[in-house]
DNA sequence: CTGGATCCCTTTTGATACTG
DNA sequence: CAGTATCAAAAGGGATCCAG
């Protein structure tokens, strides 16, 4: 072995912060919880929560959805291991998309924001009177 | 009094459907749930029930937003009659934000969606590296 | 035919500047 | 400070086209 040398070590990258931060726009919780926090992630894991279906399924029995969003946001719910797809070579071809045991644990953090709608839904118009009827005294 | 007549009453409107189904376009919970289930509302849900702030405050706290998003959603939150708004007439104007008794009951169902964020980050990462890994195998 | 990618147009959101 | 107005950019919807 040779003798022991100083060697200049390459600068250390700083640590990042890795407590979780919401809130902060770079954060990959924030970035996953943009994606989890949207009306038709919400929509698909309640339905897929229930069991399996076809692509054609959800798109019927989600109102107002259309392919392009519907097909967007299954890609995005199974990059994030939330969704899984699966293709039987029928002809024609059905595709079947299930929750994953990920997805499940998703699931059960998003199905009380549809229990709290249905719920909450006189509260809540009644609130929206209360609003508008002010707004209108005002003009 | 005159003589009883028999009149033609107005045709009487289909009794609506009052179950409530989130799926269906046109529901109002699922009218409210579009405008809950969304990232900026969430986030600023979270905040208030820590405690209130005032506009710019929440503007710096929330990574990204922009003073129209924010403005707008806080308007919306407030329609809705989950955040109340107070003018304090100092010179300049401040505005404090609060959360209400209604917007605390939304709060409970909207903050473990922060939670599975922050305790699943890792399970969802590894999902992207399997599929963005697969993905580039195929192509 | 079903699933879904693409094109084109409308709506929403973002950046910036300005006002009470 | 707390917004609105304006304009540019991006996301979303609808129709259409294509592969299996």
Request: one cysteine or more.
């Amino acid at each position: 072995m040779g003798e022991p040398r100083i060697i200049e070590l390459p600068p250390r990258p700083l640590p990042k912060d890795l407590t979780p931060n919401v809130f902060a726009a770079e954060c990959p919780t924030r970035r996953v919880l943009d994606r989890v926090a949207d009306k038709w992630a919400v929509l698909i894991l309640i339905l897929l929560a229930d069991g399996t279906k076809r692509f054609n399924a959800l798109k019927r029995m989600i109102g107002g959805v259309s392919q392009k969003m519907l097909s967007q946001t299954l890609k995005s719910l199974e990059r994030d291991g939330l969704v899984s797809r699966k293709v039987i070579p029928t002809v024609p071809v059905t595709v079947e998309y299930s929750i994953t045991p990920l997805g499940r644990t998703l699931h059960a953090a998003v199905d009380p924001l549809r229990i709290w709608a249905e719920t909450h839904i006189a509260a809540v118009e009644a609130a929206q009177a209360r609003y508008d009827a002010e707004a209108g005294q005002r003009g």
